[in-house]
C-alpha cells in the first residue's frame, strides 16, 4: 500500500538541518518532493535529531549548544509539510514483532521502534539506511547514492 504519509528518520533529518552532511542535497531533494503534512516527527526521531546535533564528536566546531538544538528542531519543524505524530495504536505489538529474536544487537532497537511505528501508523519511513528494506511490513523509501 502506497502512502504520501513519511516519517524520517534522525540522520535525514541532521542531513535537512546541516548543509554540510554528506547527504544534504538528496535530504534536501527528496523533501522538495512532499506537500503540507506529509512528513511525521516522533518523539524518538525529535530527541535523537536534539542529541546527535549537540554531539561535537559528530559535527565539530558546527555542533549545536541544546538551546540551539531546539532553535534549529524549531526552524525545521516550522516548515508546513511537518507534523508531530503520537504514537499509534498498536506500537508495542509491531515493535515486539519486529525485535523478538534470538540475537546480540543493541543497534537495531531505534530503527525497529520507528518501522513499527511506520507500520501502525500507515507511514512510509525515509532513510539512507537500506537495511530497512529487510525489515518484514515496513515500507521504506531508500534516498541518497
Keep these: 500500500m502506497k502512502t504520501s504519509m513519511h516519517l524520517p528518520d534522525v540522520n535525514v533529518l541532521l542531513a535537512l538541518a546541516f548543509d554540510a552532511h554528506q547527504h544534504h542535497g538528496f535530504a534536501a531533494r527528496w523533501l522538495e518532493s512532499v506537500h503540507d503534512d506529509e512528513v511525521c516527527l516522533c518523539r524518538v526521531t525529535q530527541s535523537g535529531f536534539l542529541r546527535l546535533a549537540s554531539n561535537p564528536a559528530l559535527f565539530g566546531d558546527e555542533a549545536l549548544s541544546l538551546a540551539e538544538a531546539w532553535a534549529c528542531y524549531d526552524r525545521l519543524t516550522e516548515d508546513t509539510r511537518?507534523?508531530?505524530?503520537?504514537?499509534?495504536?498498536?506500537?508495542?505489538?509491531?515493535?515486539?514483532?519486529?525485535?523478538?529474536?534470538?540475537?546480540?544487537?543493541?543497534?537495531?532497537?531505534?530503527?525497529?521502534?520507528?518501522?513499527?511505528?511506520?507500520?501502525?501508523?500507515?507511514?512510509?519511513?525515509v532513510t539512507f539506511d537500506g537495511a530497512f528494506n529487510s525489515l518484514p511490513g515496513v515500507e521504506a523509501v531508500i534516498i541518497g547514492g
Excluded: C, M, N
Excluded at 90 to 113: C, F, I, M, N
Design 82 to 125: 511537518f507534523r508531530f505524530a503520537q504514537e499509534p495504536v498498536g506500537l508495542e505489538h509491531y515493535w515486539r514483532r519486529l525485535t523478538l529474536q534470538d540475537a546480540y544487537s543493541p543497534k537495531v532497537w531505534t530503527d525497529r521502534y520507528l518501522g513499527a511505528f511506520a507500520i501502525a501508523a500507515g507511514l512510509t519511513v
